[in-house]
């Protein structure tokens, strides 16, 4: 039998990730991307669960680009190939906070998907490994990601990923009760913040958009120009 399950429902799926060095200003909400042409990445496996909340914010499908898995979509965001990409909380904390992941991607510039790996089975994929303590001698993508910032969009709270979990027929009763009673004791945060959390310690804290507030050193043209037109203005009114 299968046990159905919802996750990634309400906040778990509530981050939209843009990238920080080309994107800060221009990237609040789906909305946006739609407005500059742009393109979102997406997990192909959300596809269907997100076509909703893609469709009310106008973003047509020839603006998707549909990825194989987390990692090869954060590259394809770190590269630019898209402005924003829809992650779940807790690939955020791995691929991105935590940079704790290790994944391969095929950055063959001839091969137009980028995905784990290459169309052509001949050519080796590359791997990346985020974590600095364990990337050995090749550390030169170690904390990749640590630029890229989240950004919260009202549309993806109603985000539901409903999946099938297969068990054994005589213990179907035991594994649902298990997963209820996972629930209402409150006992699944524990479970995420010792198996995901703990796991992942934060190594990169979510850079802050750069402000764009005005200093006085920007200012000190305009205040050179104004001083001189008062010192014209009180020049005439006493030659007058």
């Given at each position: 039998v299968f046990v159905h399950v919802n996750t990634y429902t309400g906040n778990l799926?509530?981050?939209?990730?843009t990238n920080n060095k080309v994107q800060v200003g221009l990237v609040n909400s789906l909305s946006d991307i739609k407005s500059a042409n742009g393109n979102l990445c997406l997990y192909q496996s959300m596809a269907s669960a997100t076509k909703q909340i893609i469709t009310q914010?106008?973003?047509?499908d020839s603006q998707l680009?549909?990825?194989?898995?987390?990692?090869?979509?954060l590259e394809q965001l770190y590269e630019g190939a898209c402005m924003g990409a829809v992650v779940g909380k807790f690939e955020?904390?791995?691929?991105?906070?935590?940079?704790n992941q290790a994944?391969?991607?095929?950055?063959d510039p001839s091969d137009t998907r980028h995905?784990?790996?290459?169309?052509?089975?001949?050519?080796p994929s590359t791997v990346i490994n985020l974590n600095p303590?364990?990337?050995?001698?090749?550390?030169?993508?170690?904390?990749?990601?640590?630029?890229?910032?989240?950004?919260?969009?009202?549309?993806?709270?109603?985000?539901?990923?409903?999946w099938e979990m297969p068990v054994r027929t005589d213990l179907e009763p035991w594994v649902s009760m298990a997963i209820i009673g996972l629930h209402t004791s409150g006992n699944l945060s524990v479970v995420q913040n010792?198996?995901?959390?703990?796991?992942?310690?934060?190594?990169?804290?979510?850079?802050?958009?750069?402000?764009?507030?005005?200093?006085?050193?920007?200012?000190s043209g305009t205040f050179l120009i104004c001083g001189g037109f008062v010192a014209l203005g009180l020049l005439l009114h006493f030659l007058m």
């Open positions: 799926a509530a981050y939209y990730v914010a106008g973003i047509a680009i549909l990825m194989d898995n987390y990692g090869p979509m955020r904390r791995t691929f991105i906070a935590g940079a994944f391969k991607v095929c950055m995905w784990t790996a290459c169309v052509n089975s001949s050519t303590d364990t990337c050995g001698s090749q550390c030169q993508y170690t904390k990749r990601f640590c630029n890229l910032i989240s950004v919260q969009d009202s549309l993806m709270d109603s985000i539901t990923l409903s010792r198996e995901i959390f703990a796991q992942n310690p934060v190594v990169c804290s979510e850079p802050a958009a750069p402000s764009i507030a005005v200093g006085l050193d920007k200012l």
